[in-house]
């Protein structure tokens, strides 16, 4: 975009426009993967992740929200937000699991 930029209204949509994608990379929600030992969410494209073991770990759905909070043992939270996909599948395997979830 700043190659075709020729006055400052079009260098201003172009820094926008950039500033917009990386709030994009840096906002966006993460994966959750379920694993054997732990509920596992990566973000900041694979940088940052949270580790929660299913021993100690519980959860709040309040339907109206349309939301699921994990918190294990150690305070460590993920949330499963209307953003991601599959919400069912995420609650078949808290209860798979048998992590406690309050409604």
């Not at 006055?7 to 709030?23: I, K, P, S, T």
């Not at 993920?78 to 808290?94: M, R």
Request: aromatic share 8%.
């Amino acid at each position: 975009m700043t190659q075709q930029a020729s006055n400052n209204f079009d260098w201003v949509m172009a820094f926008l426009v950039a500033l917009m994608g990386l709030g994009c990379i840096l906002g966006e929600p993460g994966e959750i993967e379920a694993t054997p030992n732990a509920l596992i969410q990566r973000s900041l494209l694979g940088l940052k992740k949270r580790i929660i073991p299913w021993e100690g770990a519980a959860a709040s759905y309040p339907v109206a929200l349309r939301q699921v909070l994990v918190v294990g043992a150690n305070g460590t939270n993920i949330t499963h937000s209307q953003y991601h996909v599959g919400q069912s599948e995420f609650l078949y395997q808290l209860q798979r699991h048998k992590v406690y979830i309050q409604s």
